[in-house]
Nanobody, 123 residues
Framework: QLQLVESGGGLVQPGGSLRLSCTVSGDTLDYLAIGWFRQAPGKEREGLSWISGYDPSSYVVDSVKGRFTISRDKNTVYLQMNSLNFDDSAVYYC??????????????????WGQGTQVTVSS
């Protein structure tokens, strides 16, 4: 059974940085795409970034490009978040899937989800 566990969230001041981790167990990352999403209270879940399970290719949505970076190492995928602001406060989730139909703008297309980690940007 594939499991994803996020960690690294917390309280950070505006302008600060956090690195989130998504650790996969029960399967390998081979051919498994990993995506990062977030959801703020009263808002829809928003896709941020994904990394391919086939090659090193990755994608970051325009709204956080230049501030967020995705990377992977063995069974862990990281989301480095810099220059955080109040609007970045949310629960951050990682998700996984192998379908060729996976889309970062469609959270429902992803098969497996972690429990989420809270990120709060506050002064």
């Amino acid at each position: 059974q594939l499991q994803l566990v996020e960690s690294g969230g917390g309280l950070v001041q505006p302008g600060g940085s956090l690195r989130l981790s998504c650790t996969v167990s029960g399967d390998t990352l081979d051919y498994l795409a990993i995506g990062w999403f977030r959801q703020a209270p009263g808002k829809e879940r928003e896709g941020l970034s994904w990394i391919s399970g086939y090659d090193p290719s990755s994608y970051v949505v325009d709204s956080v490009k230049g501030r967020f970076t995705i990377s992977r190492d063995k069974n862990t995928v990281y989301l480095q978040m810099n220059s955080l602001n109040f609007d970045d406060s949310a629960v951050y989730y990682c998700a996984a899937g192998r379908s060729s139909l996976l889309r970062i703008e469609a959270p429902e297309s992803w098969d497996y989800w972690g429990q989420g980690t809270q990120v709060t940007v506050s002064s």
